[in-house]
C-alpha cells in the first residue's frame, strides 16, 4: 500500500499518518491482510447459505448426520467472526494513538451506531423473500456495531482491568448458560440480545433474530483492543511475533485440553463408532451462537499465528491481494451479499423453487464451484473502490464503506 496505510476498526478504517514507515506498513499490512483472509472464507458459507439453505446446520452441527465437506467448511469459516471482531478492537486500540480518548470514544459511538444502523437496512432486507417472514437479523455486523459502543466506556479502565475483564468474559460467559427466558418474561428480549439466541417479536409482524448475542463479543472486542500495544511502531517485529505465537499456541493447547477432558466450555463431543472422519468433525463441532469458550480459543489463537504468518511472507503477492479485501470490507461485505441475492432471485425467477418454497443446488461441491468462480470478479471492484479511497482521501464517506 503506497503511501499511507489503514488501521483497521472493524468494517471502517480510520486514516493513518499520511506517510507512514516502512516498518508501520508493514506492521499494518498484515492486519489487513488476515481481515481480507477472514473475508473471503466467509464467502464460503454465504454461498452455503444461499445454495444449500434446505440442509439444516445445528449449532453446534450433528456429526452424526452432517456431510463430511460441510463439517469441515463450518471449523474453517468458525475464524471470520472472531478474528473480524477481535481485529476490531485492535483497531481501536491503533486509532487511539493518534487521537484523544474524546475523538476515539465519538469514533466508537458514530461508527458503532450507523454499523447497527446497516445490520437493519439494507443487510436485514437481503434476506427478505428468502425466510417467510420479515426479520430483522442481529447478526455480526450488529454485533460489532454495539460492541464498539460499549468498548467506548470500558477503554476508560486501566488495561490489566480491562484484559482482566475480557478474558472473564470468554472464560466464564457459559456458566451463564443454564439461564434461559421465554417470550413470557419480561426481560426476554434483553437477554436474547445478550446472551441466549432466540427470536422475538415486533410491531407490524416484523421478528428480530439474535444470531450474535452480544456478551461473549464485548469479550472478544476488549481482548482485540488489550493487545494492542503490541502493535506499536516502538515494539521490535521480534517481540511482536513471539508474544503472538506464545498467545496463539497458549489458546490452541488450551482448546485441546478442555476439549479432550469434555467437562466445560461446549457441548460434550462423541467418537462415532468405525468413523474416524465423523469423531474428527466432532471434536471441532462447536457452538457458535453464541460463541463458546471453546468456539473461541482455536479460533482467536488461529487468528494469532496468522498474523505472525502474515508478517512473515509480507514480501509474497498472497499478503498484498488479501490485504486489498481487508482494505475495503465492508464494501466487500454489502457487495458480496448483493450479488449473491440477485443470483439467488434470478435463479428462483428462471427455475422456480427445488426444495418446499427454495431454490437450492443438489450437490454442495456446487458450493466449492461457485467460491471458485466468484472470488475473481469480486475481487475487481474491491480493487477499484479500496483505490479509490487511498486516492480520494477528501471524500469522508468513502471511509464508511
Known sequence: MAGSVSIASGPFEAAAPARAAPAARVRLENIDALRGFVMVLMLLDHLRETWFAHIAVTDPIDAATILPAMGFARFAVSFCAPIFVALTGLGVYLFSINHTREETTAYLLKRGALLMALELVPL????????????????????????MIILAGLMRLPRPAL??????????????????????DTLFPLWAMIHQRDTFALPFGFLAKTTYPILPWVGVIVLGFGIGPWFRSEVPAETRQRRLLLLGFGMIAAFVVLRLLNVYGDKPWFVVEGDPVRTVISFISLTKYPPSLLFLLPTLGGGALFLVLFERIRESGVVAALAVFGGAPMFFYILHLLVLRILYHSALAIWGPTHGTLFTLDNYNWVFVWYAAMIVPLYIPTVWYARLKRRRRDIAWLRYF
Open 124 to 147: 436485514s432486507v437481503f434476506y427478505w423473500g428468502i425466510v417467510p417472514q420479515p426479520t430483522f437479523w442481529l447478526q455480526v455486523i450488529w454485533a460489532i456495531g454495539l460492541s
Open 163 to 184: 484484559i482482566t475483564l475480557g478474558l472473564a468474559i470468554l472464560c466464564f460467559h457459559n456458566l451463564l448458560d443454564p439461564i434461559r427466558l421465554t417470550p413470557d
